[in-house]
């Protein structure tokens, strides 16, 4: 097998987020990096496909018609079949162009994305259209939607007359493409040469966009009823396991491919590792990377923070004070910030230890577990003040705004409800310690983004994120509870305290393994490596 055969030029990847174009956790952060590191700096051509939901604007986002390669006065406009059990059907599809940071990114503009005003679940706006379309609930036609994507990607790719060498497709919402390529003769006749890679983000229940009609999966998709029966994982259509069959799989940290394989922290997933080992299906693992210049502290301007500071350099770090007392002046008092309710207050007292939360409150990020540690800690410590930004469960949120309208906690808890991107950079500048209890941790980059303003990362050391060095790079404990997670933040405040200089090493050290091992550029090379091996697989 020759070099020339197993090439990577041409890169397709095809993804519900991207970027700050559309975006609802990390993947939107591993997608666009990725994706502008391999067409900057490794000079591959770089396609990516996502729908074009309704609350994008692609004129203001800076897309244009993509012309018909035919009628090149004409926008680019097909059918892609969707059918339904017995109905045979179809859906309009018109096309957006941009070329942003060297990346061709396509939107896909059909009525079904139209239609959505977020991501993955229904938003306020719809639930007060439609009061059926509850706010935070999963989209009804969530499938049908995945299926669409993927359809009208590869019908674009064939139009365009591409020579895919690999097609990179992430988490469940992608997963069924390798299968679609190797079953249906109009794809698999035309993608001869390409191979697929189908990244699992999260393995977790309810990431998989699984379905239990078995009959729409198979003619939606369009796949064989017996491959859709062969691919099931407690009953239902598992995409990943439709994309195992004919796709290098990967997830997001070799640490987390370990567990779910070898450990019983499957059983979180519903044991598709263990399914996958049975299968004799291998998993790699590739840790998620991250640009430091995107979240450099030097850069005031470019991050929105109030001061600039240099973790590599500075010695007292006098820029990241005054971030801190940027934010303290914030949420001294209930003031108006956009699109955030506020419970509780922080004192202005900048010599106090600030410990930082941002993140979804779900089970899965261990809110449970820090809010009984966070209580634990107001008893038992007056030495510090605690903000937290985010949004999720009622039942979550209620336990953590009940801390902070306690009296006797006055001044010492915030809890700030929603998420705005510069607020969230303004925190992980502002705060000296970054709780991340997570019951379980694909990878995780709030501890980059937040190891790199300085905010020491404090972890249940899981998944990703062991490659938090507990005493070097950040603190980190070995069993989930909230006792263990006091204990640990009790050990940085006393270490806070009683070791400045200690504090400072953390956090130049920090920044020094990231820049050795974890930027996307060193990455990238193992995403390369991941093309060639599947590449080679494909025509062997």
């Given at each position: ?429 502002a705060g000296d310690f970054f709780v991340i209890p997570s019951l379980y941790e694909p990878c995780g980059l709030t501890d980059f983004m937040a190891q790199l303003f300085g905010n020491l990362p404090v972890v249940h050391h899981v998944g990703g994120l062991v490659k938090v060095q507990d005493g070097k790079t950040g603190f980190a404990y070995p069993a989930q509870s909230a006792v263990a997670l006091t204990r640990t933040i009790e050990r940085a405040l006393d270490l806070f305290n009683t070791n400045p200089t200690a504090i400072r090493n953390m956090q130049r050290q920090a920044v020094e393994l990231i820049e050795k091992h974890y930027t996307w550029k060193m990455v990238s090379k193992k995403y390369l490596d991941l093309y060639k091996k599947a590449k080679k697989m494909k025509i062997s």
């Open positions: 097998m020759s070099k020339q055969q197993t090439a990577i030029r041409e890169i397709w990847m095809v993804s519900r987020e991207y970027g700050n174009i559309a975006g609802a956790g990390g993947v939107k952060d591993v997608v666009a990096g990725l994706s502008v590191t391999l067409a900057r700096w490794t000079g591959r051509t770089v396609h990516v496909v996502l729908p074009c939901y309704g609350f994008m604007q692609p004129k203001k986002l800076g897309f244009s018609p993509l012309a018909d390669p035919v009628q090149t006065d004409k926008q680019l406009t097909f059918a892609t079949d969707l059918n339904y059990p017995k109905k045979e059907r179809r859906e309009q599809v018109a096309v957006w162009h941009a070329k942003i940071e060297k990346v061709n990114i396509y939107l896909l503009d059909a009525e079904r994305f139209n239609e959505k005003l977020d991501v993955y679940t229904y938003s306020a706006a719809e639930e007060r259209s439609q009061p059926w379309q509850k706010k935070g609930e999963g989209h009804f036609d969530y499938f049908a939607m995945n299926i669409l994507l993927q359809k009208a990607s590869l019908d674009l790719m064939m139009l365009l007359s591409a020579s895919p060498d690999v097609i990179h497709c992430h988490d469940g919402h992608t997963a069924v493409l390798p299968a679609m390529i190797a079953e249906l003769p109009g794809y698999r006749n035309y993608f001869t040469q390409t191979a697929c890679v189908v990244t699992v983000h999260n393995a977790g229940k309810g990431y998989h966009q699984e379905i239990a009609d078995l009959e729409f999966a198979a003619s939606s998709s369009g796949l064989p009823l017996d491959f859709v029966q062969s691919s099931r994982l407690d009953d239902c259509f598992d995409p990943f396991l439709a994309g195992s069959h004919s796709a290098l799989l990967n997830t997001v940290s070799e640490n987390y491919a370990r567990e779910l394989r070898e450990t019983s922290d499957d059983l979180l997933t519903g044991w598709l590792g263990h399914t996958l080992l049975e299968r004799n299906i291998k998993l790699e693992g590739v840790t998620n990377g991250i640009d430091p210049d995107v979240f450099s502290a030097t850069n005031p301007k470019q991050t929105g923070v109030v001061a600039a500071f240099d973790l590599l350099k500075d010695k007292e770090l006098k820029g990241k004070k005054k971030c801190k007392e940027a934010i303290l002046q914030l949420v001294n008092r209930k003031k108006e910030i956009a699109g955030i309710r506020q419970s509780g207050f922080l004192s202005i007292d900048a010599t106090l230890p600030l410990i930082t939360f941002i993140g979804r409150l779900s089970d899965q990020k261990g809110v449970d577990v820090l809010t009984r540690a966070l209580a634990s800690l107001l008893e038992k410590r007056k030495d510090f003040q605690f903000l937290l930004l985010g949004s999720g469960s009622v039942r979550d949120e209620a336990g953590l705004i009940a801390l902070a309208e306690k009296s006797k906690n006055a001044g010492r808890v915030a809890i700030l409800r929603g998420y705005d991107t510069q607020l969230a950079t303004k925190i992980y500048a």
